[in-house]
Nanobody, 117 residues
Framework: QVQLLDSGGGLVQAGGSLRLSCVAS????????MGWYRQRPGERRELVAS????????YVSDSRKGRFTISGDNAKNAVYLQMNSLKPEDTAVYYC??????????WGQGTQVTVSS
């Protein structure tokens, strides 16, 4: 089973930036999407951004457009999330995900992002 290693979280002040990285343990060319969800305590996971592996298109949720950018590198089986102008409400655990052609989702272990005011 594919494994995902996500990293790059940390503590940053409001207005700062972080870059999250996620690398898969095998080639992602047979998968459809790779990206990031986030989860805050007591809440469901919500989609933040996704990268379409077969055509390179990207999606960023409306509330994060202009601040977050997702990119992928199929040669490295990796996806990245550049987060700028961070706000305290961005504080959450961010989970990398990989979705296959059968809509099965594989998860990374999560990386904590904390934005102080």
């Amino acid at each position: 089973q594919v494994q995902l290693l996500d990293s790059g979280g940390g503590l940053v002040q409001a207005g700062g930036s972080l870059r999250l990285s996620c690398v898969a343990s095998q080639s992602t060319t047979s998968f459809n999407y790779m990206g990031w969800y986030r989860q805050r305590p007591g809440e469901r996971r919500e989609l933040v951004a996704s990268f379409t592996i077969y055509d390179g298109s990207t999606y960023v949720s409306d509330s994060r457009k202009g601040r977050f950018t997702i990119s992928g590198d199929n040669a490295k089986n990796a996806v990245y999330l550049q987060m700028n102008s961070l706000k305290p409400e961005d504080t959450a655990v961010y989970y990398c995900y990989l979705e296959d052609a059968y809509s099965r989702i594989y998860w990374g272990q999560g990386t904590q992002v904390t934005v102080s005011s």
